[in-house]
Antibody
Framework: QVQLVESGGGVVQPGRSLRLSCAAS????????MHWVRQAPGKGLEWVAV????????YYADSVKGRFTISRDNSKITLYLQMNSLRREDTAVYYC????????????????WGQGTTVTVSS | EIVLTQSPGTLSLSPGERVTLSCRAT???????LAWYQQKPGQAPRLLIS???SRATGIPDRFSGSGSGTDFTLTISRLEPEDFAVYYC?????????FGQGTKLEIK
């Protein structure tokens, strides 16, 4: 069964750090690029970052560039999002999602999603 | 930076009706990189369409996508009760992804 399970969310003070994890199962993790997407309370979806299947090409939304780092450990079948200098506006449900196409550096859509983990930035 | 604008924001319709949702980009985009998602309350999004018109695995054929350049549409030929949800278009290009703001389909 293809599955993604996020963890690591919680309540954190502004300016602090948090690391999210996304454990994959049921597919060849190292063959797929992976994305992070977030959704603020009552708002729409916002793409956050993507890492290529080999982990060597990472891209970010302007809103998180320089503060967030996406990474992956293909030996542990896990995706990460290191979030530093957190702001109140980073409060959201964070989803990890699998890129549709295998072994591609072009990104066409996200066909498998986790259930999300909630990050609340508050003092 | 490409911005995707979806219209309308909310639609009130009845089961059995046909609906067309719009997604407009601020500049021409490749149809290969335009996708549509459905999201129900408390759930993760679900991929419906990729490459403008290719249905994802398991998506009923009442869902169809079309478009090119800056104008793209998602059509549901005959609304089922389970189709009432929020729909997002999404594009990836220039090393970043973008979602439209969403269209909410509600039951009339």
């Amino acid at each position: 069964q293809v599955q993604l399970v996020e963890s690591g969310g919680g309540v954190v003070q502004p300016g602090r750090s948090l690391r999210l994890s996304c454990a994959a199962s049921g597919f060849s993790f190292s063959d797929y690029a992976m994305h992070w997407v977030r959704q603020a309370p009552g708002k729409g979806l916002e793409w956050v970052a993507v890492t290529s299947y080999d982990g060597f090409k990472n891209y970010y939304a302007d809103s998180v560039k320089g503060r967030f780092t996406i990474s992956r450990d293909n030996s542990k079948i896990t995706l990460y999002l290191q979030m530093n200098s957190l702001r109140r506006e980073d409060t959201a449900v964070y989803y990890c999602a699998r890129e549709l196409n295998i072994l591609s550096f072009n990104y066409y859509g996200m066909d498998v999603w986790g259930q999300g983990t909630t990050v609340t930035v508050s003092s | 930076e490409i911005v995707l604008t979806q219209s309308p924001g909310t639609l009130s319709l009845s089961p059995g009706e046909r609906v067309t949702l719009s997604c407009r980009a601020t500049q021409s985009i490749s149809s290969s990189y335009l996708a549509w998602y459905q999201q129900k309350p408390g759930q993760a999004p679900r991929l419906l369409i990729s490459g403008t018109s290719s249905r994802a695995t398991g998506i009923p054929d009442r869902f169809s996508g079309s478009g090119s350049g800056t104008d793209f549409t998602l059509t549901i030929s005959r609304l089922e009760p389970e189709d009432f949800a929020v729909y997002y278009c999404q594009h990836y290009g220039s090393s970043r992804g973008t979602f439209g703001q969403g269209t909410k389909l509600e039951i009339k």
